[in-house]
């Protein structure tokens, strides 16, 4: 079996990595780094040094394409965050990309962002916020290192992600766990130590988060900037793909994003029973047809549409809605053309990309979804 580019071998880490005696004086501070996979592929690594006055936080995250995050947060004498500035640049590049400076005055943020030669500056209503960039997860540890250090069950926590301020609800369960929420609302779960500081971390997706000594990131980045250059980089995370076809005259478009399976299990656990399913990833799925056709019953006229998934342990749905553009998540019910009902059977061997096809047939075609061991399938007539 040929091994998977995009995991990171820890026992490769402990001995080349995590041994670098440049860093000494960090050892000395309180230091750590996190190694965050989304089911079994490394997407980004992270470390960081703080001290009563600061936190250093660096970052190399792989996909689309390698670049290097630094995030410096500065502490004012009364323990509470005065300026943070956020930067992200390209491998070998002292040049950013992009700036962020972010000034706490009173009950205000001051925010200035630099990109591409152009600067913009905004004031947001944001007291002590924890500022939140990146693919950082230290921002999430100061955010429980807080709710660790009050006396409540239950507390909340505000972020400063970008120009958006957010409440992050915190509650301890047992003595060394918590459950919070990301800035995007999605429910998390991490194992803590005494002061709060992260030990691992999951997400229902699937994403993990792992705590270590120390990595040399320069090396890591050099790595993962190298399969880039070689074309063995690890890309979009959930590439879009757009299929055109002809059916007995009527022209077929489908567009959307094709999650990998990355080693997690998938139907009635990454993708739950019993709930409308985005049909892929990122923005919805989007099906046009210059014909009328009529699929599983339904009659769709010449249009574009977006399609979102019901599966269940026996019966699987495949709902047709026209409201287009939009992300996958914001789905309006009100919208919906219709459902129809998809036949489900076991493939051969697992699918690792999540896959919509149309095959063509007698007058018609078959219009089908596959990922993991499940194909479900609909067929449809041209009118």
């Known amino acids: 079996m040929r091994a998977n580019p995009n995991i990171i071998n820890l026992a490769t880490l402990a001995f080349g990595v995590l041994v670098y005696p440049a860093i000494a004086f960090a050892q000395r501070a309180d230091s750590a780094a996190f190694i965050v996979r989304l089911g079994n592929d490394t997407t980004s690594v992270e470390r960081y040094v703080r001290t009563p006055n600061q936190l250093v936080v660096e970052a190399v995250q792989r996909s689309p394409s390698t670049t290097v995050h630094r ?15 956020y930067a992200v640049s390209a491998p070998g590049r002292e040049q950013p990309l992009l700036r962020r400076i972010t ?20 004031r947001v209503l944001a007291r002590n916020a924890v500022p939140m960039a990146g693919p950082f997860y230290s921002p999430y540890e100061l955010a429980v290192m807080r709710a660790a250090a009050g006396s409540g069950q239950k507390s909340s926590v505000q972020l400063l992600a970008g120009t958006n301020l957010v409440d992050i609800p915190i509650e301890r369960i ?10 995007f609302g999605e429910p998390m779960r991490a194992h803590i130590d005494a002061r709060g500081r ?6 229902p997706a699937y994403t993990t988060l792992e705590r270590l000594g120390w990595v040399d990131l320069d090396r890591l980045t050099a790595d993962f900037a190298n399969r880039d250059a070689t ?3 690890m890309g979009n995370l959930s590439p879009r793909q757009t299929n055109r076809s002809t059916v007995n005259g009527a022209n077929i478009w489908i567009d959307y994003s094709r999650p990998g399976m990355r080693g997690r299990p998938i139907w009635g656990s990454l993708v739950p029973y019993d709930r409308v399913w985005r049909t892929g990833a990122n923005d919805a799925a989007h099906f046009a047809t210059d014909k ?20 269940t342990a026996d019966q699987w749905s495949l709902i047709f809605n026209k409201q287009t553009g939009m992300s996958g998540l914001e789905r309006v019910e009100t919208q919906d053309v219709g459902k129809v009902a998809l036949t489900k059977a076991a493939t051969n061997a697992p699918v ?3 896959t919509i096809a149309v095959e063509p047939t007698t007058g018609g075609g078959t219009l089908t979804f596959a990922w993991d061991r499940t194909r479900a399938s ?4 041209v009118k």
């Open 71 to 85: 995030l410096v947060i500065d502490y004012t004498a009364a323990n509470t965050i005065g300026r943070a500035v």
């Open 103 to 122: 000034e706490f005055r009173g009950d205000s943020a001051i925010i200035t962002s630099e990109q591409g030669g152009q600067s913009r500056v905004q």
């Open 174 to 183: 047992g003595r060394d766990s918590v459950s919070l929420t990301n800035q």
């Open 198 to 203: 992260l030990l691992h971390l999951n997400t």
């Open 231 to 233: 074309g063995k980089g």
């Open 292 to 311: 009328t056709i009529e699929i599983g019953g339904l009659t769709l006229a010449p249009g574009t549409y977006t399609m979102f998934l019901l599966p």
């Open 352 to 354: 690792e990309w999540f």
């Open 378 to 381: 609909v067929p449809f007539t």
